[in-house]
Every structure is written in structure tokens, then in C-alpha cells.
């Protein structure tokens, strides 16, 4: 079974910027960013598909930019104009049911394998 490790996460000043990485041990198609507040649901912020597309929460569209290296199976969010309500722990997920072609989604159901999750902190 295909397994995800991110990294990247830490704190950071309002304004400021960040760039998660998260690593995957094998084949993926689509992947993608979710975070979680307390006392919040997970909710989708970014995912793109092998073929590049891409799929981004209104609320960070313009800031942040979701980014894949499909020979090393390593996904990225650079995350820039970071806000305090950006706050959250970060979860990579990945595809490897629905296979190519597919549009990228910020649907959780849509992922079957998740990341433990990179906390990020964004302070006034």
C-alpha cells in the first residue's frame, strides 16, 4: 500500500509564506492538500491530477499553488499571503482507485490514502 509523508510545516508570521512537501512511497493518480482547524471539518484546499490539472478552495485561490514531480511522486503547496485562519493541520491525500484522467477533486471521499498531517501556524 502506497504511503504519504509530508513535511514543510511550521510557523510562520501573518503575510509570510511556507511550501509543504509531501512524499509518496508508489504510483498515485490524483493527490491532493486537505487541512483542519480545531473544531473544524477537513476541508479541501488544492489537488491535481497526473495530467496537471488543478483544483483549488476559493479561499486560497491566487495564494497558494499546488504543484506535482510525477517522477518522484512528490507533491507540493506553496503557500503564499499566508492569513491566521490559514492555521490548520495540513493532510496529503492520494488517488489510487480511480485512476487516470480523472478531474482533480477536493471531494474527501475521493482519496484512499492519507498523510499523519504537517502543522502549520500562522501568527499575528
Known amino acids: 500500500q502506497v504511503q504519504l509523508v509530508e513535511s514543510g510545516g511550521g510557523t510562520v508570521q501573518t503575510g509570510g509564506s511556507l511550501t509543504l512537501s509531501c512524499a509518496a512511497s508508489g504510483y498515485t493518480y490524483s493527490m491532493a492538500w486537505f487541512r483542519q482547524a480545531p473544531g473544524k471539518e477537513r476541508e479541501g484546499v488544492a489537488a491535481?491530477?497526473?495530467?496537471?490539472?488543478?483544483a483549488y478552495a476559493d479561499s486560497v485561490k491566487g495564494r497558494f499553488t499546488i504543484s506535482a514531480d510525477n517522477a518522484r511522486n512528490t507533491l507540493y503547496l506553496q503557500m503564499n499571503s499566508l492569513k491566521a485562519e490559514d492555521t490548520a493541520m495540513y493532510y496529503c491525500?492520494?488517488?489510487?482507485?480511480?485512476?487516470?484522467?480523472?478531474?482533480?477533486?477536493?471531494?474527501?471521499?475521493?482519496?484512499?490514502?492519507w498523510g499523519q498531517g504537517t502543522q502549520v501556524t500562522v501568527s499575528s
Open positions: 491535481i491530477n497526473r495530467a496537471m490539472r488543478t
Open positions: 491525500a492520494a488517488d489510487t482507485d480511480r485512476g487516470v484522467g480523472v478531474m482533480p477533486s477536493l471531494r474527501m471521499f475521493e482519496y484512499n490514502i
